[in-house]
């Protein structure tokens, strides 16, 4: 038990929450795509989220990856973790 606690506390410290601030989570996976960067591509995970209403308190990249045409980028894409703050459907 004490290892999966510690695990838990690991995990959400990823998500830049804390002892004192810990509370349920929601992890999605999403994935952005961008044709001018990876930041760019995250950047638009998160706009995107925040103008549907969530409470997004972290993202964790976990995968990047490119489209070539013509042995040129056409287009950046990151896979991420996006952490909420866990809020009961009313």
Known sequence: MIFFTE???RFCEGF????KTMAIIKIRELIGSSE?????ALKNIVEHEVKK????TGAKIIAQSVSVEDGKIKEY???VNVAYRWEEDK
């Open 7 to 9: 695990f838990i506390l």
């Open 77 to 79: 894409k990151v896979n």
């Open 53 to 56: 209403g969530k409470n997004i």
């Open 16 to 19: 830049g929450m804390t002892q």
């Open 36 to 40: 001018k960067s990876f930041e760019d």
